[in-house]
């Protein structure tokens, strides 16, 4: 496990450095488009890999720093993970690694002692972390209501409506620019994304990615749909079941990022482009031994509930 989390840190840190140098520039969040149209425009145009590395570091392996070091109360995988997280944030602008930070080790706190979640406390959950966002934007305006409101929850429903009426005359993109691309040929030269923008709002510089119902409308109508929803079940399954026995708040907050994410892309583009297929890695080899669980991963119980039994104790019959 330390070893995939060293190699990806290594390949995404020093080849961001020989491309275009690392640094730290704490901006507004209100002043960062600049920077996210320069890196998206200039910087992966000529390092595409680059893309790759960033959102997997970003997603995956800098909350998997935070959270585990705040678990095991080492500082310094904490500081590692924070330090990284602010570096992606000044390269790309992207504001969700900046507010990774504090959700990854809030999350943590509310959930070391527990061994499972339950469905009310998501609901509850996102609508304490709505009101919260509002009051802080309120007080300080620093942007969360875009990033964990709008952004995850209304942008992808509104979306969903200028998908449909740029699709409307069933010609499909078949997801020609991913994965279907050296099988299919369409009349289309952009991403779903861009053309939608270009498209609905005569913005061919916009890029309006939405989530799997819109990107499977846009591929092949309802069935395209249907085909994404079936992906993300698999994929969720995955998940689960790599995740198996792994303390739930290491889960939870390394899968914070990655789940957003959804919310703006095709659960295909989630596997390599924003972390899930490493995620399902990090899950895999976690070492279930230093959680205390040992025996439990033989009989399935929780650590909780796991304990070593002795044989009954007979008396010895005293001999004559």
Avoid at 163 to 187: C, I, M, N
Wanted: hydrophobic share 50%; charged share 10%.
């Amino acid at each position: 496990m330390w070893a995939l989390v060293i190699i990806i840190s290594a390949m995404t840190y020093v080849y961001l450095a020989v491309v275009s140098g690392i640094s730290i520039n704490i901006m507004s969040v209100f002043a960062i488009y600049d920077t996210r149209l320069a890196y998206r425009d200039e910087l992966i145009p000529t390092a595409p890999l680059l893309g790759y590395l960033i959102t997997n570091q970003g997603n995956v392996v800098n909350p998997f720093l935070m959270s585990f070091g705040a678990m095991k109360h080492r500082w310094l995988l904490v500081a590692l993970g924070v330090v990284g997280q602010l570096v992606i944030y000044s390269t790309t602008g992207y504001k969700t690694a900046l507010i990774s930070i504090p959700l990854c080790l809030i999350l943590v706190f509310l959930l070391k002692n527990r061994s499972s979640i339950i469905g009310s406390m998501i609901v509850f959950g996102i609508a304490a972390l709505s009101w919260i966002s509002i009051v802080i934007d309120r007080i300080a305006s620093l942007g969360l209501v875009d990033i964990l409101v709008t952004r995850t929850f209304l942008t992808a429903g509104y979306l969903m409506s200028l998908y449909r009426d740029a699709y409307a005359d069933g010609v499909w993109a078949l997801w020609d620019y991913s994965l279907l691309g050296p099988f299919v040929e369409t009349q289309y030269t952009t991403s779903p994304g861009f053309y939608v923008g270009e498209t609905m709002l005569g913005r061919p510089d916009v890029q309006l990615n939405a989530s799997l119902f819109a990107d499977g409308y846009a591929n092949l109508g309802l069935v395209g749909i249907g085909i994404e929803a079936v992906f993300l079940v698999v994929l969720f399954l995955l998940v689960d079941s790599a995740a198996r026995r792994v303390p739930t708040a290491l889960v939870v907050s390394v899968g914070l990022l990655p789940v957003f994410a959804l919310a703006n892309a095709s659960p295909f583009s989630a596997v390599l482009s924003f972390g899930f297929g490493l995620m399902v890695l990090l899950f895999a080899l976690y070492p279930r031994d230093q959680s205390g669980y040992k025996d439990a991963l033989w009989r399935g119980d929780s650590a909780e509930k796991t304990t070593m039994r002795r044989p009954p104790v007979r008396p010895i019959k005293s001999l004559k």
